[in-house]
């Protein structure tokens, strides 16, 4: 078949369109250029960098060093595609040790942005000034200059209105620079690291001598004190790092954090053989919060398998798995304690059921009946009927079980509840009924509480304060990333109001802007409701117990928490009789 002549429908992009194409992949937001910027830094040796952000990285972002600077011959080649220091053959992509190594990070920020560098080494006589306007070189001459190198960037995505155009608020978007640079100040904990936003002080991580210090400066004594040491070695593999004991996980994931060779990563086989590790020992809903620390052969790891270098792939995926829950465990003391959950029974005058006191009603069917499951061998219909409201009902507790579940019989039925969900179904349905009426009461404390929040989220936190007074919680700023609670809402009883504001913090990052003000409270209400409802594990006397049944069958039974789980397991009389015979 021959070949037609004529102009072809195939072209060659032209250059500043190659760049801004690579520029969509590498710079996604503000928070990747300074990423980049600070990669570079680090890389040029540097102890102290600073970062300077205007308008949340939309107006400038000034990242200066005092790292070894380059000459003024290199200058002007850090700008060209492709074009880095740190490899010589293919065979150094295998063995890499350094942040960057694509040569791809300044030519893209350029194209996108308007820069300026100044730049000196120790060795060289002046520095270097460079500007570029859209990745086009515009000047470059000789100045006095400091040893180091200081890049301004200004005006990003100027040229290419779309991708502005989609960036998230002020507030956002400086969030997830705090973000960066904390994982940055995490990972090199030699090195110290400022930063400001709009002229103001925001983070100040000084040079630590260790990891452990690093993780104090960055998400306080709270977190570090709830923490067990992690520290393993397998094949190879070495396992550092703090990870919650198991009795102080919360709701929220923050903080999760991951580094492989000092490099922050994401890596879902590891973050899977966290949660392994941790077993029956977290609770339902709950998450664990860890900062860990990966040091691998560095031939035995991918960080080349995306663009902005946040994920990475092993070449023994199991064996990081099995080194990582081996050490997480080991440091929760899971290793020497039994996998099975020890069963507690508590009835008033009555000897613990067992399946040799109830010989028809077999262990399995137990554990069905109190998790909510049909029990084995039988077909068990539920009830899914309402009370009728003001109808009188006869509630007679008969005790709880594992100190989680409570039994009672409502009426003619047997209730099995899961005591938090019931309570915590309680209070939202109060608070709720209490914000609608305008009528929800804030307790001043008596002492205020103090809490420190990682820099990016202390930047939410502070936006949405006046929203969270609406739900009856008064929190006033204390300095850069520390806040003091004043009052809480009176409905609910003294409790963990530290624990309780951080996991609100990862309430509001997922906070969707344009949802109506009650939808977003709602949120928080639930939150409070959890953290105000009696705990799985506590034991209750009977009449406690009647009290809180008696308070859910007056909000009508409701069968899940705000969260979406369940709270009771309900049999009627007639079924129970199907199921011993007497119908």
């Known amino acids: 078949m021959s070949v037609a002549s ?43 960098v600073t970062v300077d952000v205007t308008d949340g990285g939309r107006r400038s972002i000034r990242v200066s060093d005092d790292g070894e600077g380059m000459t003024p ?18 065979h150094d992509l295998f063995t890499l040790r350094t942040l960057g190594f694509r040569g791809e990070a300044l030519p893209c920020i350029a194209s996108v942005s308007k ?11 002046v520095g270097t000034r460079l500007l570029l306007t859209g990745g086009a070189l515009t000047k470059c001459e000789e100045t006095a200059a400091a040893p180091g190198t200081q890049i301004d960037v200004e005006e990003l995505f100027f040229n290419t209105p779309a991708r502005r155009k989609f960036l998230k608020t002020t507030t956002t978007e400086f969030s997830h620079i705090c973000q960066a640079v904390q994982q940055a100040a995490l990972a090199w904990p030699g090195t110290r690291f400022r930063l400001t936003h709009n002229g103001q002080d925001v983070a100040d991580y000084p040079a630590a001598v260790s990891r452990r210090d690093r993780i104090l400066q960055v998400y306080g004594m709270r977190f570090v004190e709830q923490a067990a040491v992690v520290s393993g070695e397998r094949a190879g593999i070495r396992v550092e790092g703090l990870t919650i004991q198991p009795m102080h996980s919360r709701a929220g994931r923050n ?14 086989a590891v973050s899977h053989a966290v949660y392994d590790a941790y077993g029956t020992y977290l609770a339902k809903g709950q998450h664990p919060q860890f900062v860990l620390f990966l040091d691998v052969d560095s031939e035995r790891v991918d960080v080349n ?31 020497a304690k039994p996998e099975a959950v020890t069963r507690h029974w508590s009835f008033v005058d009555r000897e613990p059921m067992s399946s040799q006191a109830m010989p028809g009603l077999d262990q399995q069917m137990l554990t069905g009946m109190a998790g909510g499951m049909q029990p084995a061998g039988s077909t068990v219909q539920e009830s899914s009927q309402a009370y009728p409201a003001g109808v009188e009902r006869d509630i007679i507790p008969l005790g709880q079980l594992s100190r989680t579940y409570l039994v009672a019989q409502v009426g003619s039925e047997l209730h099995v ?14 608070l709720c009924r209490a914000r609608l009426g ?78 109506p003000l009650e939808t977003r409270l709602r949120s928080v209400m639930a939150s409070l409701a959890c953290h105000g409802a009696v705990r799985a594990g506590r034991a209750m006397e009977l009449p406690e117990i009647k009290r809180l049944i008696e308070e859910w069958v007056d909000e009508g039974l409701p069968t899940t928490c705000p969260h979406g789980r369940r709270v009771a397991l309900r049999l009627p009389e007639d079924e129970l009789a199907r199921i011993f015979g007497r119908a």
Do not use: M
Request: charged share 25%; proline share 7%.
């Open 6 to 48: 004529g102009i072809g429908k195939i072209r060659v992009l032209p250059g500043e369109v190659i760049s801004r194409i690579a520029a969509g992949e590498v710079v996604e937001r503000p928070a990747a250029v300074v990423k980049e910027l600070i990669d570079n830094s680090l890389d040029a040796g540097s102890t102290r």
């Open 73 to 90: 011959a290199d200058a002007p080649l850090a700008f060209q595609r492709h074009a880095t220091s740190k490899l010589r053959s293919e």
């Open 115 to 125: 820069v300026r560098l100044v730049t000196a080494c120790r060795t060289e006589p």
């Open 255 to 268: 903080p999760q954090e991951l580094f492989v060779n000092r490099r922050a990563v994401k890596n879902a």
């Open 305 to 335: 398998v995306h663009p902005t270098k946040r994920e990475v792939r092993f070449a023994d995926q199991d064996l990081v798995f099995q080194a990582v829950r081996q050490a997480v465990r080991a440091a929760i003391g899971a290793e």
């Open 417 to 430: 509840i899961d005591q938090h969900t019931a309570h915590e179904r309680v209070l939202f349905e109060r």
């Open 438 to 515: 305008q009528a929800l009461p804030a307790q001043p404390l008596l002492i205020p509480e103090t809490i420190d929040v990682p820099a990016q989220h202390a930047v939410l936190l502070q936006r949405h304060l006046p929203e969270l007074e609406q739900a009856g919680l008064t929190i006033e700023p204390f300095g850069a990333h520390t806040f003091v609670i004043r009052a809480v809402p009176a409905l609910l009883k003294p409790l963990d109001y530290a624990a309780l504001v951080l996991d609100l913090v990862d309430d509001l990052s997922q906070w969707n802007q344009t949802s």
